[in-house]
């Protein structure tokens, strides 16, 4: 399973996680979706590549910036998108952002757009 339109999304299963998918959909890409940090890491091994993984910072088993650390041990340069109450200045990596979920759709695109220029 590898692809440059698949995503990743890492959730905790509340009740935006419907309205992520959908969004993501929307815009084109294929989601492989998991409610467990443990099983999001896994299943970024397996799959080799990913356009960018989405992780909902409250996902409960794993704070968001130590999952994002797991992902990055796997492939250091997929880009991230962490999903945040508020946009905050701070990332764990120059190849990742932290935006609202009302903010996914053109933050993702900014993020993809900036890594492949690179």
């Known amino acids: 399973m590898t692809g440059y339109n ?12 419907h309205s992520v998918l959908a969004t993501l959909e929307e ?12 099983k ?9 590549s990913a356009a960018a993984v989405v992780v ?27 999903l945040c109450g508020e946009q905050i200045d701070s990332s764990p990596s120059p190849t990742d952002t ?4 009302d903010e996914l759709a053109s933050g993702l695109q900014h993020l993809l757009t900036a890594e492949s220029v690179a």
């Open 6 to 17: 698949i995503i990743l999304y890492i959730s905790d299963g509340a009740s935006g996680h």
């Open 27 to 38: 815009k084109g890409y294929q989601v492989v979706s998991t409610n467990s940090p443990t």
């Open 40 to 48: 999001g890491v896994a299943l970024l091994y397996v799959m080799h």
């Open 56 to 82: 909902d910072k409250a996902a409960s088993e794993q704070a968001g910036f130590d999952l994002v650390q797991s992902l990055r041990q796997i492939h250091p340069k997929v880009p991230v998108t962490l």
């Open 98 to 101: 932290c935006v609202k979920e």
